[in-house]
């Protein structure tokens, strides 16, 4: 299993931006299916972007116009581009991995926390 590391998460006033990086050791990146999730105390993961192999983007409805997904095969790396952060987006985010016609991997990693306060 792929174990992600997550970065570039930190404190940030409304308003403003910041980008996650998602690094995978793997030599089989490129086919992946890449996701942003995050998670506040005591909700639910829940899926905020993804990025197919093909470069095929989904966003959830919340963050819409506001977050941008993207990848690097050459660097093993996807990212989350935010901008225009709210205080609700507040959240540790993780990023995971999905083979073609499989479900999104069991393996996490330790994620990045973003606050968003002034």
């Known amino acids: 299993q792929v174990q992600p590391v997550e970065s570039g998460g930190g404190l940030v006033q409304p308003g403003g931006s910041l980008r996650l990086s998602c690094a995978a050791s793997?030599?089989?990146?490129?086919?992946?299916?890449m996701g942003w999730f995050r998670q506040t105390p005591g909700k639910q993961r829940e899926l905020v972007a993804v990025?197919?192999?093909?470069?095929?983007?989904n966003y959830a409805d919340s963050v819409k116009g506001r977050f941008t997904i993207s990848r690097n095969n050459a660097k093993n790396t996807a990212y989350l581009q935010m901008n225009s952060l709210k205080p609700e987006d507040t959240a540790v985010y993780y990023c995971?991995?999905?083979?073609?016609?499989?479900?999104?991997?069991?393996?996490w990693g330790q994620g990045t926390q973003v606050t968003v306060s002034s």
């Open positions: 995971n991995t999905q083979l073609p016609g499989r479900n999104f991997s069991g393996s």
């Open positions: 793997t030599n089989i990146f490129r086919i992946f299916t």
């Open positions: 990025i197919t192999s093909g470069g095929t983007t």
